[in-house]
């Protein structure tokens, strides 16, 4: 089957706890253009966007080459902002590339993308990925949203709270991080699109549970790589720590 997908980078200027994190130097080029380069590089995407409300954003993509939207309207959340940008472009999947991860690889995102391959009857509406933690620190971090997922993976629930609580503690769960880079089908995208937030949603500040609240099913696949979401100046530290280790 052959899917038309497209990439499409959210990015806002003033992140609530770190402002113009997307803007910060890394390693010699900024963190959206970082992230908007590893897009690319992964070489399977029609197309790469970033979709934006900031002109210096807009700017900065563009003055590196890239492909930039403005947002014609007030965005809360990526997924509004994303949609708005695909509204009228003929796709069949969208991958929502957090700009705030620069270390998307190409591995996971084709994960992502073997999911619907393998979906004929379309029943999944979105893949995304979690990660194993494993020191308790990150567990605790409300900054880490934590996911748990039924017996074929699929989501049951997203929080900011560890979860499972570790009542049994001589039965062994892995306790998995959400990471942000999901993959949708335009139509379940759209339709998140045209609908209000709901209330968990808004309770947790994770906008992916609306999907689970409107009964959408989300598929999750377990990778090995750590990725680091840039939301303190700390965060940020480590990524260059990690893009240094990683050239």
Known sequence: MSLKVIAVIPARYEASRFPAKLMQDL????????????????NLFDQVIVATDSPIIFNEIKDHGGVAVMSNKEHDCGSDRIAEAVENIEADIIINVQGDEPFTNQADLKKLLEVFENDQ?????LASLMHELKEEKDILNPNNVKVITDLSGNAIYFSRSPIPFNRATDVQVPVYKHIGIYAFRKAA?????????????LKEKIECIRYLE???????????????????????DAAREMWKNNS
Do not use: Q, W
């Open 27 to 42: 390693c010699g080029k900024s963190v959206i253009v970082r992230t908007y380069e590893a897009a690319l590089a992964t």
């Open 189 to 201: 995208l759209i339709d998140f699109y045209n609908s209000s937030a709901t209330p968990l949603e």
């Open 121 to 125: 009857n379309e029943i999944i509406a």
């Open 214 to 236: 409107h009964g959408k099913k989300i598929s999750m696949v377990i990778t090995d790589h750590a990725s680091i979401g840039i939301d303190t100046p700390a965060d940020l």
